[in-house]
């Protein structure tokens, strides 16, 4: 549309300039073709004429000069527009390739990782989330029981998911488990947190598709509840929904039924 436009004020531009030449040149040809109305009033004598031109350039040659100048001035806005998306759009390709690095680092440290226990004991990811979510729910049953007036009637218990399983199961474990992981998890959550609206709503749906429920949880629970208190910031700046994994909840809503 602004080419159109562009083209139909270059193109109005050079026909007005034309209307003077088009009746000089007709003017004082030998077979002049201009209505008996234009040739009583057009003078045909070259000093009126240059007259004329001189009349010319000193009024519409400063008006095309003032929107000549409109024109750069316009060009110059649009050409830092067109600069500015794209260096967006090379820092979106940027934060995009380097967290998805990030993310390949994360799924292959989480692949393979073996969980310890509070007797000694490696599990794999499976048995271990089974184990923690068994421990988690059951404390989180007897503080219930202890505090009835805590118990919700919609049973909802998010914040306390993630204060029973790090403030109790992982000290119970007392060895560092998703500390590696949790570093790098905080840099993901740094880039989103310093990206656009519309990129940050890009990567958390990457995140969420490659992390699922519980190690979403297990590594919220480090960034919520653990010594670096910057951690949580960037989790609350980063707009990533805390999420309490299903087997969990159901375990919970078990001892409330």
Same mark, same amino acid.
């Given at each position: 549309?602004?080419?159109?436009?562009?083209?139909?004020?270059?193109?109005?531009?050079?026909?007005?300039?034309?209307?003077?030449?088009?009746?000089?040149?007709?003017?004082?040809?030998?077979?002049?073709?201009? =209505?008996?109305?234009?040739?009583?009033?057009?003078?045909?004598?070259?000093?009126?004429?240059?007259?004329?031109?001189?009349?010319?350039?000193?009024?519409?040659?400063? !008006?095309?000069?003032?929107?000549?100048?409109?024109?750069?001035?316009?060009?110059?806005?649009?050409?830092?527009?067109?600069?500015?998306?794209?260096?967006?759009?090379?820092?979106?390709?940027?934060?995009?390739?380097?967290?998805?690095?990030?993310?390949?680092?994360?799924?292959?440290?989480?692949?393979?990782?073996?969980?310890?226990?509070?007797?000694?004991? @490696?599990?794999?990811?499976?048995?271990?989330?089974?184990?923690?979510?068994?421990?988690?729910?059951?404390?989180?049953?007897?503080?219930?029981?202890?505090?009835?007036? /805590?118990?919700?009637?919609?049973? !909802?218990?998010?914040?306390?998911?993630?204060?029973?399983?790090?403030?109790?199961?992982?000290?119970?474990?007392?060895?560092?488990?998703?500390?590696?992981?949790?570093? !790098?998890?905080?840099?993901?959550?740094?880039?989103?947190?310093?990206? /656009?609206?519309?990129?940050?709503?890009?990567?958390?749906?990457?995140?969420?598709?490659?992390? /699922?429920?519980?190690?979403?949880?297990? @590594?919220?629970?480090?960034?919520?509840?653990?010594?670096?208190?910057?951690?949580? !910031?960037?989790?609350?700046?980063?707009?990533?929904?805390?999420?309490? =994994?299903?087997? @969990?909840?159901?375990?919970?809503?078990?001892?409330?039924?």
């Amino acid at each position: 549309m602004k080419k159109h436009y562009i083209f139909l004020f270059t193109l109005g531009g050079l026909f007005f300039a034309a209307i003077p030449l088009i009746l000089y040149f007709i003017q004082f040809s030998p077979n002049s073709v201009l =209505p008996d109305y234009l040739t009583e009033r057009l003078s045909i004598k070259n000093d009126d004429w240059g007259s004329f031109g001189s009349f010319l350039s000193g009024t519409s040659g400063a !008006i095309f000069s003032f929107f000549g100048t409109l024109a750069v001035i316009w060009t110059l806005v649009e050409s830092h527009k067109s600069n500015e998306k794209q260096i967006n759009m090379i820092r979106s390709e940027q934060t995009f390739a380097q967290f998805n690095e990030l993310l390949k680092v994360l799924e292959e440290m989480l692949k393979y990782k073996i969980y310890p226990t509070h007797h000694g004991a @490696l599990f794999d990811l499976e048995r271990w989330k089974d184990y923690v979510y068994s421990r988690t729910a059951l404390k989180m049953n007897i503080f219930l029981n202890e505090n009835p007036k /805590d118990r919700k009637n919609d049973g !909802i218990y998010e914040f306390s998911f993630y204060s029973f399983f790090y403030g109790t199961v992982m000290e119970e474990i007392n060895t560092p488990v998703f500390n590696k992981e949790s570093a !790098i998890y905080t840099v993901l959550l740094d880039r989103i947190m310093n990206s /656009d609206n519309s990129t940050k709503e890009a990567l958390i749906a990457v995140l969420d598709a490659k992390l /699922d429920e519980d190690l979403f949880f297990f @590594l919220n629970a480090f960034q919520i509840l653990g010594e670096d208190k910057s951690r949580i !910031i960037r989790m609350l700046a980063s707009s990533l929904p805390l999420q309490v =994994p299903v087997d @969990l909840s159901d375990r919970i809503y078990e001892f409330t039924d």
